[in-house]
């Protein structure tokens, strides 16, 4: 969690803003199918659905109020998987700078399956 303060008070950020947040903005960049969990049964890659992607998403809390954000993204087959990650790593830094006025030290994406 990060807190935020000005002359008028504070505000706390909680960890699922921050999963929510760059779920969706990763999300809704070209060529991602979704994001993925991996099962603990079968080790499995698996698509989460919309309302828990949040989950495909770790958020790391630094001293200087700063986080890494790490995704574990599906990708649709046959895209360019550098401008894929490019344009994810871009939307997330952006989304989240943007919503929560909170700097991102790095956005880490892990391709963990293509889909058709």
Not at 69 to 79: C, K, R, S, T
Request: charged share 20%; proline share 0%; hydrophobic share 40%.
């Amino acid at each position: 969690m990060i807190r935020h303060e000005n002359e008028s008070g504070s505000v706390n950020v909680s960890t699922s803003v921050y999963t929510d947040i760059a779920g969706t903005a990763a999300s809704n960049c070209f060529g991602v199918k979704g994001m993925a969990a991996r099962s603990v049964s079968d080790g499995v890659y698996h698509l989460l659905r919309k309302e828990s992607m949040g989950k495909g998403v770790r958020v790391e809390f630094h001293g200087d109020d700063s986080i890494t954000i790490d995704l574990h993204i599906i990708v649709d087959n046959g895209v360019n998987l550098a401008a894929v990650g490019a344009s994810i790593i871009s939307e997330v830094r952006y989304v989240v700078r943007k919503c929560t006025d909170t700097e991102v030290r790095a956005v880490n994406v892990f391709i963990d399956s293509m889909n058709g």
